[in-house]
């Protein structure tokens, strides 16, 4: 089956080939075809009869182009084909007057032939300029001024010196006047399909060459028999013959399938370009020119048409300027509206919802809401921002449904939105923050996933506020909201002494490390039942000089919230690898082999954390076993680059350890994705452990849970003998807490002062 299916692709690329250059073998015949009727013996039936066999050759090709390329519209070049069929047909008729009946009567029947292609041609250039779907009207008016400069210039030069030549006859008159004119109207045809950048496609280029070359031989035979040679085999056979040549070739060409494609593709992309310019401003001033032209002045009839033909022109332009400036309008308008509004919600953006609030607190007092998503990273990162931006457009819609007809909402960046509520009443904010949560809590469906989206409001009434102060007040409650993990709050002063507090704590805090007012404190982890010295735990302290010993529940999470734990957490690890070190080269036997280092989300998630660890361990020539890095479950739950971190921890030989264990999202899938090698039970299982029930099972099967995975497991907050006993009961060998000894600068001397092993062991 693949072979067939090959050998007939091998097939058909020949016939394409063939279809992409049959146009050009097609203009090479011609073009060779008419070099041939050149070297006929002129005057005669043989040249005659290849002129028409050009003719009638090149105007069925029209007919073959349609069945081979199938055109949306085959329409336009039906009334192409019958147009040429006309023509070729009116040789005919005039070779059977001159060579059977010996007649060269004018006019004849030739002649409404002739004249009966052009209705045909211009109907078919109209279709072409008409499937354009936005039928701009700059190109019509264009068009118009083309035409009506360049038909000014036929009138004086060609048509009324042709009816002028003519015999006495009116219909003598008319019919001579008949060809220039019907050049004319192709030549407006043309302007209004060539004035913009809508007929690129090379098939209405050879259908423009084509019209062109049919307008230079009828005016040359109109204008300029006298001078040239119009006999049979004259120079104008060559315009007249390529003419025919070009109709067919047009339509062979394969641009003429795709043409509406390419079409469409550039519609509405009119632009005022230095070449259109120059033709639009010549065709302009083509009436006044006239007008000061030698000997036109004197024949009253020019004078008066090249006079209309200026207001025409005049009001012309004036049209067209007029809709340049409505344009421009437009334009302005739209450039507002992208200024204003989010390019990808179509909601109002920063600036507009300033302007609105600004505006809203000149009526009186209102209420604002900030909000943020919780989780929107985590989307962008795992579905790509493709995905992000859908989640966005389909939140947006949500936030306007919950808003209704009582607020109005603006994204002001990211993943965060605003409303603006015109009741200064709190009643009405938290109306609208109910109606939030309920749109977001149903599940939105992006990249084929149904994703659950949470939000965090904060409320502010605007009494008394600039618009700057109450965005400010909003955002303070919002990630008051975030911290606490409530959906909304309301704004209150108190929120604001707390900020004041924690940017007070934050730049001592700073300060501090620079002072070196932080000091390392370690926790004991030892074995059971003999209480021997294991390991340490890393603990900082900070030794205020006017307030002294500061907690670090204190001033970590204000680290936590203002970055400053990354510089904190990399002090703290080179000062603890910098102390094992010393410890292990020491002559104490007794001296702990292995120090924990507890790291925040906030750290592993920094790129180049692992690099840091890499040079704490190096610069003070610390194996890397003989580190553990402490991480919370909750640090890793969203995985990404935090546990890519881990991974490449691993590699480098350094432990991790899950502290806190039992107390996170999901306790059991991190056993699968993160390279833990120790859990640190956490103190609320222990505290229990001797009393029996459901802490005491918990317990006793993490213990299990640890053993069978090969993991080493850590029993946090001892502080009795019973339950370090009970904890052996159930098969643990590692703990740590008060029982054993207190964090301190040396838990050697700790260890020797207060003797941790087990009553009765």
């Not at 409505?326 to 200024?339: F, H, M, S």
Request: proline share 5%.
């Amino acid at each position: 089956m693949k072979v067939r299916h090959l050998d007939a692709e091998r097939a058909q690329q020949p016939s394409a080939v063939l279809r992409r250059r049959l146009w050009w073998i097609a203009l090479a015949a011609g073009v060779a075809a008419i070099g041939g009727y050149y070297l006929l013996p002129a005057v005669g039936l043989t040249q005659s009869v290849s002129y028409n066999a050009v003719g009638w050759i090149y105007s069925l090709l029209i007919l073959v182009g349609i069945r081979l390329h199938r055109p949306d519209r085959p329409a336009v070049w039906y009334f192409f084909l019958f147009g040429q069929l006309m023509s070729v047909s009116g040789d005919a008729v005039w070779n059977f007057y001159v060579y059977v009946l010996h007649q060269e009567p004018f006019p004849s029947a030739a002649d409404l032939l002739y004249l009966s292609g052009y209705p045909l041609l211009a109907a078919g250039f109209v279709r072409l300029v008409g499937q354009h779907r936005d039928r701009d009207p700059r190109a019509l008016l264009d068009a118009a001024i083309v035409a009506t400069g360049t038909g000014l210039v036929f009138w004086v030069f060609v048509l009324h010196p042709a009816a002028a030549a003519a015999a006495d006859t009116m219909l003598e008159r008319a019919i001579n006047t008949a060809y220039p004119a019907a050049d004319v109207l192709l030549l407006a045809i043309l302007a209004g399909l060539f004035a913009g950048s809508r007929a690129r496609h090379r098939s209405a280029r050879l259908l423009g060459a084509a019209a062109v070359l049919l307008l230079m031989a009828d005016v040359g035979y109109s204008s300029l028999g006298t001078v040239m040679n119009v006999d049979q085999g004259g120079p104008l056979d060559g315009l007249w013959l390529l003419s025919y040549v070009l109709w067919g070739v047009a339509a062979l060409h394969p641009s003429m399938g795709s043409a509406r494609t390419e079409d469409n593709r550039l519609a509405g992309r009119l632009e005022m370009r230095r070449g259109r310019q120059v033709l639009l401003t010549g065709s302009t001033l083509l009436a006044p020119a006239i007008l000061f032209l030698p000997g036109v002045s004197g024949r009253r009839g020019d004078w008066m048409v090249a006079a209309g033909g200026a207001v025409v022109l005049f009001l012309l332009v004036s049209a067209r300027v007029s809709g340049f400036l409505k344009q421009i309008q437009r334009q302005a308008g739209d450039l507002e509206t992208l200024a204003l509004h989010d390019e990808l919600t179509g909601l109002a953006n920063r600036r507009h919802f300033q302007g609105q609030l600004h505006a809203a607190l000149a009526t009186g007092p209102c209420s604002v809401a900030l909000l943020d998503l919780t989780g929107f990273k985590k989307v962008n990162d795992k579905l790509g921002h493709h995905a992000g931006d859908r989640l966005l457009a389909e939140v947006a819609e949500r936030l306007t449904v919950a808003a209704g007809d009582v607020a109005s909402v603006a994204r002001m960046g990211g993943d965060e939105f605003a409303f603006l509520i015109p009741d200064a009443h709190p009643e009405a904010a938290v109306r609208i923050a109910e109606r939030v949560g309920r749109q977001l809590a149903r599940p939105i469906r992006v990249a084929g996933q149904d994703l659950l989206i949470r939000a965090n409001l904060g409320l502010a009434g605007t009494s008394g506020a600039e618009p700057l102060e109450a965005l400010r007040r909003a955002d303070v409650a919002m990630y008051a909201a975030k911290e606490a993990g409530e959906p909304f709050r309301w704004y209150d002063p108190e929120l604001d002494r707390s900020a004041g507090e924690d940017a007070r704590i934050g730049a001592e805090l700073r300060t501090a490390l620079d002072a070196g007012h932080l000091r390392l404190v370690y926790q004991p982890i030892v074995e059971l039942p003999t209480g021997r010295l294991i390991a340490v735990e890393a603990l900082v302290r900070w030794h205020h000089p006017e307030r002294g010993l500061i907690s670090p529940a204190e001033f970590v999470p204000v680290a936590e919230r203002d970055g400053t734990i990354v510089e904190l957490g990399a002090w703290i690890l080179h000062e603890a690898c910098r102390q094992a070190a010393i410890w292990r080269t020491g002559d104490d036997t007794d001296a702990p082999q292995r120090v924990s280092v507890n790291v925040s989300a906030r750290q592993l998630a920094r790129p180049g954390f692992a690099e840091t660890v890499r040079a704490a361990l190096t610069g003070n020539g610390l194996p890397a076993a003989a580190l553990t890095i402490e991480v919370t479950e909750t640090a890793v739950f969203e995985g990404g680059r935090s546990l890519e971190t881990l991974h490449t921890l691993n590699e480098m030989g350094v432990r991790i350890a899950l502290d806190d264990f039992g107390t996170g999202h999901s306790s059991l899938t991190l056993l699968q994705t993160v390279p833990a090698h120790a859990l640190k039970v956490d103190k609320s299982f222990v505290d229990h452990v001797t009393a029996g029930g459901r802490p005491a099972v918990i317990a006793a099967t993490l213990i299990k849970v640890a053993d069978g995975l090969g993991m080493a497991a850590v029993a946090e907050g001892v502080e009795t003998a019973e339950q370090a006993a009970e904890l052996h009961r159930l098969g643990y060998q590692l703990a740590q807490g008060y029982y054993f000894g207190r964090p301190a600068e040396n838990p050697v001397v700790v260890r020797q002062r207060q003797p941790a092993a087990i009553p009765g062991k």
